[in-house]
Nanobody, 115 residues
Framework: VQLQASGGGLVQAGRSLRLSCAAS????????MGWYRQAPGKQRELVAR???????WYADSVKGRFTISRDSAKNAVYLQMNSPIPEDTAVYYC??????????WGQGTLVTVSS
C-alpha cells in the first residue's frame, strides 16, 4: 500500500486545515488507519486513528479539535484540524495497518501553526 499525504502548510492559530491521505488501493481491507505527528526534537506520536468499522481514537491534546474520517469511495483518510495551536506544529504522517506486523507509512506533510 502506498500512501500520499497532503494538505499541510502554514496556518494561523484558530483557523482550520484539512490533511488528506490517499491510498493506492482500497482501504476497505485496511483494519486501522491513523495520523501521527513528529515535532522537532520530539518522538513521533499518534494523533488519531480510525478503524475499518469507523471507531475513532484521539490523543488528549487534540480531542475536541481534530476529527479523523475515512472515505472508502476515494480510498482516503482525512484529518480535519480545527482551532490549531502552535503546539500542533509538526510533520504529520499517515499510517495504514493491515495487521500488527504489516504497516505502511506515507511521506510526511509539514504543518506550521503561527500564533
Amino acid at each position: 500500500v502506498q500512501l500520499q499525504a497532503s494538505g499541510g502548510g502554514l496556518v494561523q492559530a484558530g483557523r482550520s486545515l484539512r490533511l488528506s491521505c490517499a491510498a493506492s488501493e482500497s482501504i476497505n481491507s485496511i483494519n486501522d488507519m491513523g495520523w501521527y505527528r513528529q515535532a522537532p526534537g520530539k518522538q513521533r506520536e499518534l494523533v488519531a486513528r480510525i478503524t475499518s468499522g469507523g471507531s475513532t481514537w484521539y490523543a488528549d491534546s487534540v480531542k475536541g479539535r481534530f476529527t479523523i474520517s475515512r472515505d472508502s469511495a476515494k480510498n482516503a483518510v482525512y484529518l480535519q484540524m480545527n482551532s490549531p495551536i502552535p503546539e500542533d506544529t509538526a510533520v504529520y504522517y499517515c499510517k495504514a495497518s493491515l495487521s500488527p506486523w504489516k504497516n505502511y507509512w506515507g511521506q510526511g506533510t509539514l504543518v506550521t501553526v503561527s500564533s
